[in-house]
């Protein structure tokens, strides 16, 4: 845990320094200038769709996690974002695959509950590198910044191909692996034999055409409503802001938000978007103020509406460490444990 509280101070120096560092490029005063007279009727409107992409969240993953009760899954989701905006390195999705392992009886370790999140994310990922595809058809970005963006939506768009396609060779992919595993015999081979297997498992989760298309349809619809709280967001700062731009923003937010730098991506994630908008002609300031805001409600609401469940709910109880395998000796009276490391 030293090691961990260590990573923590650093993330959170570095995040409060960027952040500053990020306010004082684009003018402090003027930022905040800006978000005082951001449109009040759209706010509020903002913030409800926000919290309604997290509610239809919760019954989308019980698409494929039949086990799940509604207020359970909803719990855990939240539960996700709001470890990812305290901890360092994005933690949440490890603490919510450490809580889904405990709630779901047949994940029997973290690593099956992790790779049940990762289908979730790889669908996340497909539709904003739809956005960040057509975005950058029709709003012309600085050389630099189409690049990344076009990067990190062709590699989504190819994780997501390779999510159907697995579903679909994935009994070839097993004999793949069990015969380089024959081969070439050791713990390294074996190792990544069991890593693929419990990814190769978590596809089968979604593994008919009915549940795949379902999740589809849910996943465009929180989308759909996750780019109106970025329209509204942006129209209440600077009007107007064509939903083109607004494409280029969600995805500059979510993207930069991949990058554990800092906790939450406080300063990382402003500074990044930040930079896409004002490419895309939006005034500096404006632009900044916009992802601040955009920024402000997610980690609110996340953070205080899942911290109250978190501890109400008794999730505080399940371990947050690994399991430490037993050294097995050939003389039973000599058996042990394995000493523990710390986690980071």
Not at 27 to 56: D, H, K, M, N
Not at 283 to 312: C, D, K, N, W
């Amino acid at each position: 845990m030293k090691n961990l509280k260590y990573n923590f101070a650093v993330s959170l120096i570095a995040g409060t320094g960027l952040f500053y560092v990020v306010l004082q490029r684009y003018g402090f005063y003027e930022t905040v200038a800006v978000i005082r007279q951001a449109g009040v009727g759209y706010l509020p409107a903002a913030g409800f769709l926000l919290v309604a992409s997290y509610v239809l969240r919760g019954y989308r993953w019980m698409i494929w996690e039949r086990g799940l009760r509604f207020w359970d899954s909803f719990g855990m989701i939240l539960t996700g974002f709001m470890g990812n905006n305290i901890l360092p390195t994005r933690l949440g999705e490890f603490l919510r695959g450490c809580i889904t392992a405990e709630k779901q009886k047949e994940h029997s370790d973290k690593t099956a509950a992790l790779a049940s999140i990762m289908v979730e994310r790889i669908l996340d990922g497909f539709m904003l590198s739809v956005f960040g595809i057509v975005g950058l058809s029709l709003v012309p970005l600085d050389g630099f910044l189409y690049g990344a963006l076009m990067f990190f939506s062709v590699m989504f768009a190819a994780l997501t191909v390779g999510l159907i396609a697995g579903v679909g060779f994935h009994k070839k992919t097993r004999r793949t692996l069990e015969n380089i595993n024959r081969r070439f015999p050791g713990h390294l081979t074996k190792y990544w034999k069991e890593k693929f297997g419990f990814f190769l498992d978590s596809l089968l989760l979604v593994k008919n055409f009915s549940r795949i298309i379902l999740a589809m349809a849910a996943t465009i619809f929180i989308w759909g409503i996750e780019l109106s709280v970025y329209y509204l967001i942006a129209n209440s700062v600077y009007v107007p802001v064509p939903i083109a731009t607004c494409l280029i923003f969600a995805a500059a937010v979510n993207f930069a938000s991949l990058f554990p730098f800092t906790i939450g991506g406080i300063g990382a994630i402003e500074g990044a978007a930040a930079l896409f908008l004002v490419s895309s002609g939006i005034p500096p300031t404006e632009s900044l103020a916009m992802v601040i805001i955009h920024h402000g409600l997610q980690y609110l609401f996340t953070t205080s509406a899942r911290g109250f469940f978190y501890f109400t709910g008794g999730y505080y109880k399940i371990s947050f460490m690994p399991v430490i395998p037993k050294v097995e000796s050939k003389h039973p009276e000599e058996t042990c444990t394995k000493p523990a490391d710390d986690l980071f």
